[in-house]
């Protein structure tokens, strides 16, 4: 409930330092809706107030959005601007790597760094879900404010009956999203696991991010319903605030003296070796794989351009196989540009024609695989390495291994656990 006390607090603190960022929002609602404020300005003018966020977000979030309310701001289209009201910029206190949150923080506002691994489709959320009753048709409008899920019923009728049908149609949904972020890899030490946190987005906040994004998230620690009975919750985070922390591509700009140095790296000889090495420079060894790897962040060659000048995918720069062993058809390998294939793509029958240019392991060594061998029932198995990876292949499949900072090519039925 937004109390009275804050609700004038954050008029007064609004008036007098987001009058313009309001005016500014109103010109562009409800395509922009949500007045973004920095902690620090709310700390400076009401240090209190800004605490309180801290310890009671849901509540003083609440009040912030009736005190917009109350300042009766109109948009272009004269309509009433109801914004979400976002915070950024806590406290070097609440600003958390995602190892150090724990039961303590539940409930308050946090800020926690990390890069987006898994983004779900948008899905709405119910945030108003209207009940008929089904014995004499009463209408009740429930608030869902409960964040773990569940559906908030009417709890009985005035017929005194407890059966309701949920109208859809009348409730109002919000789009939700539901990320999984990472701590990113150097805030941790060498041999710790970087751990994971879920964060749910709405509104205006969703289709924004991309997995890799490292984001700057501000919100609600919250707990989730575990699905079987038990004591132990999950946690997550309730954001109220997202910031990009990445650059994109585009919006890196070079110095001269970097764009010197990128001239200067073009002359030289050893280029090609020196990116090689540069790719985990800490790991020792595995050349080839680094090799694979340097390949695989550049393109092919984009040589083909049809007549109607349409320009055809480049041929691929790498392909991860063994030979004369197999992989199954359904294994996938990596491709030039990112790309993962399936062999089975590649080509179905048996001395089939291909033309397919191959890493093999070998130094520096490729050939290009030109006939396609496929041996239909022959036994397979599956060897998972510790990482969840697994490879399926034919017995006799070679595979690149390393004992001992030796390398040596193995066929699968002489894996071993360990
Ligand atoms: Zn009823």
Redesign the pocket.
């Known amino acids: 409930m937004a109390e009275t006390v804050y609700v004038q607090k954050f008029e007064e603190f609004f008036t007098a330092k987001y009058k313009k960022e309001l005016e500014k929002l109103a010109e562009f609602y409800p395509i922009k809706r949500s007045l973004n404020v920095d902690y620090k300005t709310l700390e400076e003018y009401d240090i209190e107030l800004a605490d309180e966020l801290i310890q009671k977000p849901a509540e003083i979030i609440e009040s912030a959005v009736e005190a917009v309310k109350n300042m009766s701001v109109v948009s272009s289209k004269e309509e009433p601007v109801v914004p979400h009201v976002r915070f950024f910029n806590l406290p070097n206190d609440y600003t958390l790597i995602i190892k150090n949150v724990n039961s303590s923080h539940l409930g308050k506002l946090i800020s926690i760094e990390g890069v987006v691994t898994k983004i779900t489709e948008v899905k709405p959320k119910l945030v108003n879900a209207v009940f008929e ?1 089904n ?2 048709g ?1 209408i009740y409008t429930i608030p869902q404010e409960d964040t773990t899920g569940k559906i908030a019923e009417p709890s009985a ?3 005194e ?1 407890r059966s309701f049908s949920l109208m859809t149609e009348q409730s109002t949904f919000i789009d939700t999203q539901k990320l999984e972020v990472q701590e990113p890899l150097e805030k941790i030490r060498g041999g710790e696991i970087s751990r994971k946190m879920s964060v749910i987005i709405n509104d205006d906040l969703t289709n924004l991010i991309i997995p890799g994004d490292k984001l700057m998230i501000t919100g609600t620690l919250t707990l989730k319903a575990p699905k079987f009975k038990t004591a132990v919750y999950d946690l997550f985070i309730d954001a109220n605030h997202t910031m990009k922390l990445s650059k994109e591509f585009e919006d890196i700009e070079l110095t001269e003296e970097e764009e010197k140095k990128i001239k200067d790296l073009s002359k030289d000889p050893k280029l090609y070796e020196k990116i090689v090495a540069s790719v985990a420079p800490s790991i020792y060894g595995h050349s080839e794989i680094k090799e694979a790897i340097a390949m695989q962040l550049f393109g092919g060659t984009p040589h083909k351009v049809k007549s109607d000048g349409m320009k055809i995918r480049p041929d691929m720069h790498i392909l991860l196989i063994g030979d004369p062993g197999c992989l199954v058809a359904d294994e996938r390998v990596a491709l030039g540009n990112g790309a993962i294939a399936k062999i089975g793509e590649f080509g179905s029958e048996h001395l089939e024609k291909i033309d397919v240019d191959l890493l093999t392991g070998q130094g520096r060594k490729r050939d290009t695989a030109t006939i396609f061998h496929a041996y239909r029932n022959q036994p397979v198995m599956e060897i998972i390495t510790e990482s969840g990876k697994s490879i399926k292949g034919t017995y006799n499949h070679p595979l690149l291994t390393v004992k001992n900072r030796e390398r040596t090519w193995k066929r699968l039925d002489e894996m071993k656990a360990g």
């Open positions: 009753c014995h004499c009463r009728c005035s017929c009956r």
